[in-house]
C-alpha cells in the first residue's frame, strides 16, 4: 500500500512547505522493516521536472526518478520538501535536507561546498535563448552592454558571472526566482531582457504552449549534466544513489521515464 504523509515546515521567511513521504517499495525481497527516513529538497515550480499538477501533487521526471529509486533502496523512505531553488543548498548546508534533486549540474563553486553523486541522470546543455525576431545576437560577446535573465543560485548564473570575470562584467545580470516561462517570454518580446539561456528540450516545449516565439542561437554555452547532491562526507547515502541510478539506467527505467515525461531521451548528451 502507498502512503502519503503530507505535514507543514515553517521556513525562516515564514512559508509554509509541504512535505510529501513517497513510500518505500518492494522489490522483490522483503523491504526494510524500519525504513531511515531521507529528506529530499526539491521544487514545484519547474515543470516538466518538479511541479504541481491540477490536483495539486507533486509530479514530473525530477519526482519519477525518485519513486523508481526509491524502490530500489526500500531501506529509506524518501520526504520530499518543496523549497525555491535558491533554498535548497542553503538547506543541505543547515541539515534541513539530506540531499537535492532539482537538475543540479556540476560547478567549482558547488564542488567546493557539496557532495555530488557520481550517476548523472538527464544532460544539462545551455543555449543563449532570444525572441524569435532577434539576430543581433549570435554568441555571448554579442551580449556585451545588454541583458540576460537567470535564476538566482542556478548554474546558468555561474556561468554568466564566470564570464563575465573574465570580461570586465560586460554583461547585464538580472536574476529571478522561479519566474515562469510564459513571463520570460514576454520580456524577451518587450526588451526588458534581451537573452536568457537554458535547454533546448525547455525551448521546443515552450514554443509548443505558447507559440513559436523564442529561438537558440549560436552554440552552446555549457555542456552539463544533472546530478543528486550531498553534503561532504555522506559517501554512504550517495553510493546508494549512485547504486540505483546505474541499475535504472541498465534497464531502461530513466531512458523510458525521460521519453514518458520530457518528450525524448536526454539522459545521455546530445
Known amino acids: 500500500m502507498t502512503t502519503i504523509f503530507i505535514r507543514r ?101 558547488r564542488q567546493a561546498k557539496y557532495l555530488f553523486g557520481d550517476q548523472s541522470y538527464t544532460n544539462y546543455i545551455l543555449h543563449i535563448v532570444v525572441a ?8 555571448l560577446k554579442d551580449l556585451h552592454g545588454k ?14 558571472n564566470s564570464y563575465n570575470k573574465k570580461n570586465n562584467n560586460a554583461v547585464k545580470v538580472v536574476y529571478t526566482n522561479g519566474t515562469d516561462p510564459a513571463t520570460t517570454i514576454k520580456r524577451l518580446e518587450d526588451g526588458s531582457i534581451d537573452a536568457t539561456f537554458s535547454v533546448k528540450r525547455n525551448v521546443e516545449s515552450w514554443n509548443k504552449t505558447f507559440g513559436d516565439r523564442i529561438k537558440i542561437v549560436g552554440g552552446p554555452v555549457s555542456f552539463s549534466n544533472t546530478y543528486y547532491i550531498f553534503r561532504k562526507g555522506d559517501t554512504a ?34
Do not use: M, W
Request: glycine share 8%; charged share 25%.
Open 132 to 139: 524569435k525576431g532577434r539576430n543581433d545576437i549570435k554568441s
Open 9 to 109: 515546515i515553517v521556513t525562516c521567511v515564514l512559508v509554509a512547505l509541504t512535505v510529501v513521504a513517497l513510500p518505500a517499495l518492494q522489490t522483490g525481497a522483503e523491504a526494510a522493516a524500519n525504513p531511515k527516513s531521507i529528506v529530499i529538497g526539491t521544487g514545484n515550480g519547474y515543470k516538466p521536472y518538479c511541479y504541481l499538477d491540477e490536483k495539486g501533487n507533486l509530479a514530473g521526471y525530477e519526482i519519477e526518478v525518485l519513486k523508481a529509486v526509491n524502490k530500489l533502496l526500500p531501506q529509506y523512505k524518501f520526504e520530499l520538501n518543496q523549497l525555491e531553488f535558491k533554498n535548497i543548498l542553503l538547506s543541505l548546508e543547515a541539515k534541513k535536507v539530506d540531499l537535492g534533486a532539482h537538475q543540479f549540474e556540476k560547478n567549482d563553486d
Open 237 to 270: 547515502l550517495k553510493a546508494d544513489f549512485d547504486r540505483a541510478l546505474a541499475q535504472l539506467r541498465k534497464d531502461g527505467t530513466l531512458k523510458k521515464l525521460s521519453q514518458q515525461v520530457l518528450g525524448g531521451d536526454y539522459t545521455v548528451n546530445e
Open 147 to 160: 541583458t540576460i535573465q537567470v535564476g538566482a543560485g542556478s548554474n546558468s548564473a555561474y556561468v554568466i
